[in-house]
C-alpha cells in the first residue's frame, strides 16, 4: 500500500485548474487524455508531429529533453520549459501549461468590445518627403535637411529625433535617395524613417491584459478600422492563476518578478503575430500601442514590483499613464513606436476599467450605470457623469472553468448552455459549442446549472444537494453528491459530466463577492436596485452569460433583464479608443482621477453581507423579487 | 638573405604610430624596450606583475593567450585583445596599442582650459521629501504622493517620472521608511530616487571627447566646482590615429562601428572612474553628463554612421544638440542621468568648437578673435559678436610626435622646449619633462627645433638641411640628412635623438594646413593680420608651445607676441558651462546656427596658398615682417 502511495503523484493542469493524480512513469499527453484535457495532436504521441507543446516549471519533476523533442523546439523554447506532453514523463508532483496553441478546441473568446464612434486623431502621422540632395553650397545636416522640410510644408516645429533611430539614419536616407518618410508622434518626435512612401502604411495595437487573457487588436489608424484581432491565455498562469499567486511568486525575487513581465511580453507577442498575421500587415508598421490590464498586470508589465497591491493599505506604484519604448518592453512592433500605458485607478480597479468606463461612455451619461467586468478578478463601477464609484472583488476563477470537476473554457466541445426539464424526470437539454459531443461545462453552463438546480429544488437556497429528490441523476458516493448532467454514452470522453457540491459552491462564493461589490457601491452612493438603469456585464464571460439565470443567483443586483446588456470587450475597445483619439485618451487620463475608489473589506458590512449574498439567489429574498416569482413559477418559494 | 627577409616582420606601437622593424619570434616587451616606447614593468618581463599591459588588435599575429596572461587579465579584457606585453611573441605584422596605464611616464595633458564665471544653474536639482505613509484613508499611489509633495512643497508640476526608474520604486520608498530624494531633471522628469536625504550628492560631469585624448572634469553642481579631472588616451586610436582612419575602418560594418563607439564609451568610463577617484566620490551619483568632440567623434560616440563626413558634400547626419539617458550610451554614471550632446557646426567643426567659443567668450566681443584648437584636427574660428566663421585643416598628429621618428607624447622623458646656440658649435639646450634623461622630443620641441634650424640657417626656407653647415651634429647617411639633436651619452635610451629631414616636413605639412586655415577665414572676412585684437590658442598642444617658435615657422597669421593666449582645453571648459548653467546650453544651441562653416578645399587658391605655407615662416616674407626681422637678427634674411 505505502509504495504504491510513493508512486501516486499530482499533476496539475493549467489554464483549467484540472488536477489530476496519476503514477510515476506516465506520459504528459496520456494522463491529459485520461481525463480529457485536450492537447493537440497529429501523430498521436509518437513524438512525430511535434504539435502537443506544453510549458513545464519544474524540470526537476520531469526526464531530460529527448532527441525528438530537440528537433521541434528550439533552444530558446527548451529554455523557458517547452516540451512535448508525448516525450515527457512524469517524475514528481508537477504543474503543467497547456497554450492555447496546444488546443485541439478553437477558443471562443470575446475580443472586441462596444465601440463608440470617435473622430480618428491618432497621436501618429507619417509625413512623406522628397528631400533635396545636399551639395557644397547646401550642406545642412541630415537632421536639418528633415526638420526644415517638415517645418516649410507642414508647419511642425521644434521636433526632436529619437535617439534610437539616428543610428541608421544616414544610411537609410541615401540608400532611400533622399525620398522617405517620417513618423512623427504627438507633432513632437521623430520616431522612424523610412525609405521611400510608406504613408499609407500606420498601424496601431491596442491590448488588454487579462490576468487569463491577453487580447488585442491590430488597428489601421488612417481610418480607425480595426483589421486583425488577437488572444492567447496570459502565459504569466503557469505561476498563479488568479493575482494573488502572481504577486505572491514575484514578491521576492526580482528575477521572478523578470519571469513574469517577460512572460506578459511573450503573450502580447503572440497576440500582435496572429493579429498581423490574420490583418496581413508587418508588425514593424505599428508605431503605438495602447495598453490596458488591471493593477497587478500593469505593474508587472512595467517590471514594478507588485506586492504592496496585495498588503494593507493596497498601494499601487505607478498610476498615471507612462510612456515608454516599444524596445524598452521588447514588443516587436516598430522599437520605437511609442507604448501608451493607461492609468490606472487604485491597487486592484486598473487601466482595464478606465477603458471600461471610456468605452462605454458612462462616465458622459445622466442615467446610471452598473458596470461590471466579470473575470478572475471582478471590477464594478456605479455612477454617471456626475460621480464614478469602483471597487474591485476577488471573484475567483470559477466562470472560467477552473476547479470545477468538469469545468472547461469556452472552447470546442463545451457546454455553454444548460435547461434542466423536471417534468421529464429532470432530463438535461444542453448546448455545446462546435456542436460536438461535450468534453465537460463553461461558466456560462455553470451559471445556467446552479439556477436550474435551484429553481427546481434540486439544491436548496444554501446551495446543497436535496437527497430527496427522486432522480437517478443524483449520485450519492460517500456523501459527495454530484448532479449527472451528461451521461456517459452523449460525453465525448466517456465518461459522466457532473457536477458536484463543491462545483455549486465556488459559483456561491464567486456570485457572492460580486453582489457584495455591487452592494456596498449602491449603498454608498444611497441607490437602490430600481435607481440603476443599465446593468452593463463587460469581459469574455459576461457576453455569454444567459441573464435570467445570472438573475436567478443573484450574481447582481436584480433589475429587469431588458435592463442588462452585454457590452463585451469593452477594456480592449477603450483602449482602442485612446490609440485612435487624441481626446479620448486625455479622458481615459482624467478619468483615471475622477472615478474613485471603495476598498470593499473596510465596509462594516461586508461579511454580514457577504455571508447574505452567498444564498441563492440572496437570503433577504425582498432584494430578488424577480427571482422569487420566478421560483414560485416553479413552485420553490425562497425560504428564509 | 631572402629567408632573413621573411623572418622580419614591422611593428607599429600606438598611440605615436611608431613603426619598427623586428624579428618574427621576438616579445612585444623587448621589442619596446629596444625602440624606446615605454612600457612599464616591475618585474622586467618575467610575467609576474602584470602591469605591461597592451592591446593587440590582430590575435591571429601573435603566439596564443598564455597561463600568465590569464592570471592578470580578465576573461573580458582577454576578449578586448589585452595581452601582458612580455608573454605576447610576434608572428607578423601587427598594430599594438599601449594604453595609458601601461605607460612609465605622467602624462602632461592640459585637462582644464580657461573658464568663464557663469551663474550656477543646473539642469538637474535634487529634492528631499518626507512623504506621509499611506493608509486605508490615503490610498494615493507611490507616484502621486511624489508628485503632489513636489507640487505643495516645491511648486513642480506635471512631471513625468523616467520608465527606467519606475521597476524599484516602491521598495526603495518603503525601505527609506517613505523618506526619500529624488533628482528631477530640467523640471521636468524625475530620473533618480534614493533613500534618505542624498541632497548634497549631486554631480555633473564633462566630457570632451578628442581625436587622441579623451579628458573629462567631475563637477560638484551645488556650486559650479570642479573636483576631479581624468584623462586617457581614445582607445579608438587602434583602429585608426586620425578621424578619416577610423572613418574607413567603419565605413562598411555596423560591427565595426560598434566597435569604436564601445571604445569610446570605455574611454569615458574610463576618465569617469579616475575623475571620480580624484574627487573621493561616488559615479552613481552623477545625474547629468555633457559631452563635446569633433563631428567624428560626436557621430561615434551616438553610433552613427560616420563615412558621409569624408565624402564629398561633407554632410554630418545629426547636428543639433541631442540628450540621451546615460543607459543608452553604458556611461557609469546614474544609469538615469541625462548626456546632452553639444551640438555641431559641420563635418569637420564639431561641438568641441562650439565649446571653444562658447568658453572663450568671443561671441559676445567686439574684438576680432582668431581661435585656433591645434590638434591631428584642427578648428579654426574668426570674427567676434557680428559674425564668426569657422573652417577645419586636416593638420596631422604630427604636433602629437607621430611619425616623428623620435617624436613622443608630452610625458616624462620628452624633451619640450630647445634653443640651438650657433655660436657655440650649434650646441643644443633642452628641457624635458620631468627633468630626466631624453627620451624623444614632443610637439612643442619640433615647433622649438624647426625655428631654430630655420633661424640659424641650418634648414633653409623649403625645410632642406643645409650641409654646408659646419657642425658634427648635422649627420648625412646614404642621403637621409639628420640633425643629432641629444647625443648617445645624453639620452634615456642610450642612442642619439635626432631630427630628420622627414620630420620637418611632417611639422611644414602641419603648419601650412593651419595657416591655409587662417588665411582663408581671414580672406572671407576681409581682414589682415594686423586687425586680428586676439590669438586664442586652444588644446593640449596649444598650451605648451613657444609663441616665438610658431611666429617663427609660420604657424599662425603673425600678430605680436603679446597677441597670442594660451587658453588651454576650452572645448572642456564650455562643456562644464553647459553642464553648470541653463543659459551656456542655451547659449551653445544659438552658436551652432549662428557659426558660419566654410568648406577650405572649395577656396580656389586653397592648392596655391598651402603651398606657399610649406615654406618657413611663408614663401611671400611680407606676410611675416617680425619673423623676418627675427631672421635677420640671426643674420639669415629670408629668400623670397
Known amino acids: 500500500m505505502n509504495q504504491k502511495k510513493e508512486r501516486s503523484i499530482t499533476v496539475i493542469f493549467e489554464p483549467e485548474g484540472r488536477k489530476v493524480r496519476t503514477v510515476i512513469g506516465a506520459s504528459v499527453f496520456n494522463v491529459a487524455g485520461n481525463v480529457g484535457v485536450d492537447i493537440r495532436s497529429e501523430c498521436g504521441g509518437k513524438g512525430i508531429c511535434g504539435k502537443c507543446r506544453v510549458i513545464i516549471q519544474d524540470m526537476k519533476a520531469v526526464n531530460k529533453v529527448t532527441g525528438a523533442e530537440m528537433n521541434h523546439l528550439s533552444p530558446s523554447e527548451i529554455d523557458s520549459g517547452y516540451r512535448l506532453a508525448c516525450r515527457t514523463v512524469l517524475k514528481e508532483n508537477i504543474t503543467i501549461m497547456i497554450p492555447q496553441e496546444s488546443r485541439i478546441g478553437e477558443r471562443k473568446i470575446q475580443v472586441t468590445g462596444l465601440e463608440r464612434l470617435v473622430p480618428v486623431s491618432p497621436f501618429v502621422a507619417k509625413f512623406y518627403l522628397a528631400l533635396a540632395k545636399p551639395t557644397l553650397d547646401d550642406a545642412r545636416s541630415d537632421q536639418e535637411r528633415i526638420l526644415d522640410f517638415l517645418k516649410d510644408k507642414y508647419g511642425l516645429k521644434q521636433l526632436e529625433i529619437k535617439s534610437g533611430i539616428v543610428k541608421n539614419m544616414p544610411t537609410i536616407i541615401r540608400q532611400a535617395d533622399w525620398a522617405i518618410t517620417v513618423t512623427v508622434w504627438n507633432s513632437q518626435k521623430i520616431i522612424a ?18 490576468t487569463s487573457k491577453i487580447v488585442g487588436c491590430v488597428v489601421d489608424l488612417k481610418n480607425g478600422t480595426t483589421i486583425g484581432v488577437g488572444s492567447i491565455e496570459n502565459p504569466q498562469i503557469i505561476h498563479g492563476e488568479d493575482i494573488i499567486s502572481r504577486i505572491t511568486f514575484a514578491r521576492n525575487s526580482e528575477e521572478k518578478l523578470e519571469t513574469l513581465q517577460t512572460l506578459a511580453f511573450k503573450g502580447i507577442n503572440d497576440v500582435i503575430n496572429e493579429a498581423c498575421a490574420q490583418a496581413d500587415v508587418d508588425s514593424q508598421n505599428i508605431y503605438e500601442a495602447t495598453i490596458v490590464g488591471n493593477t497587478a498586470m500593469h505593474h508587472l508589465f512595467l517590471g514594478v514590483q507588485p506586492k504592496f497591491l496585495a498588503l494593507s493599505p493596497f498601494i499601487p506604484s505607478i498610476s498615471k499613464s507612462i510612456d515608454l519604448s516599444a524596445s524598452e518592453v521588447n514588443l516587436k512592433i516598430h522599437p520605437m513606436a511609442n507604448v501608451h500605458v493607461l492609468p490606472i485607478i487604485a491597487g486592484f480597479v486598473g487601466a482595464d476599467a478606465v477603458a471600461n468606463v471610456l468605452s462605454t461612455g458612462i462616465y458622459e451619461s445622466n442615467k446610471v450605470f452598473l458596470l461590471l467586468d466579470i473575470g478572475t478578478n471582478t471590477e464594478i463601477v456605479l455612477g454617471n457623469s456626475e460621480d464614478l464609484v469602483s471597487c474591485s472583488c476577488a471573484s475567483g476563477p470559477a466562470f472560467e472553468g477552473v476547479h470545477i470537476k468538469h469545468g472547461m473554457k469556452a472552447v470546442t466541445g463545451a457546454i455553454e448552455r444548460v435547461h434542466i426539464h423536471p417534468d421529464l424526470d429532470y432530463n438535461v437539454e444542453f448546448e455545446t459549442i462546435g456542436n460536438v459531443k461535450p468534453h465537460g461545462l463553461c461558466g456560462s453552463a455553470m451559471v445556467d446549472v446552479v439556477a436550474e438546480l435551484a429553481k427546481h429544488g434540486i439544491i436548496n437556497q444554501r446551495g446543497r444537494y436535496d437527497l430527496k429528490v427522486n432522480t437517478p441523476r443524483l449520485k450519492n458516493v460517500d456523501n459527495n453528491v454530484e448532479f449527472i448532467l451528461v451521461w456517459k454514452n452523449e460525453s465525448a470522453t466517456g465518461k459522466e459530466i457532473t457536477v458536484t457540491q463543491k462545483d455549486i459552491n465556488e459559483i456561491q462564493l464567486a456570485k457572492a463577492a460580486i453582489y457584495t461589490g455591487c452592494w456596498i457601491l449602491m449603498k454608498e452612493k444611497h441607490l437602490k436596485s430600481e435607481d440603476i438603469d443599465q446593468v452593463l456585464l463587460a469581459g469574455a464571460f459576461g457576453s455569454y452569460i444567459n441573464p435570467e439565470s445570472a438573475r436567478m443567483i443573484g450574481l447582481v443586483p436584480e433589475v429587469p433583464t431588458e435592463k442588462i446588456n452585454f457590452v463585451g470587450n469593452t477594456a480592449l475597445s477603450g ?13 481615459a487620463e482624467k478619468l483615471s482621477n475622477k472615478i474613485r475608489y471603495l476598498e470593499l473589506t473596510r465596509d462594516p458590512d461586508f461579511n454580514s453581507e457577504f455571508a447574505k449574498a452567498m444564498f441563492i439567489p440572496h437570503k433577504d429574498s425582498n432584494r430578488f423579487p424577480l427571482a422569487r416569482k420566478d421560483f414560485r413559477r416553479f413552485g420553490k418559494d425562497v425560504q428564509i
Chains 1, 2 share one sequence.
Open 193 to 210: 524613417i523610412e525609405q521611400s512612401d510608406t504613408s499609407k502604411k500606420i498601424l496601431g495595437l491596442a491590448i488588454d491584459i487579462g
Open 575 to 587: 483602449a482602442k479608443m485612446t490609440l485612435i483619439s487624441q481626446e479620448a485618451r486625455n479622458i
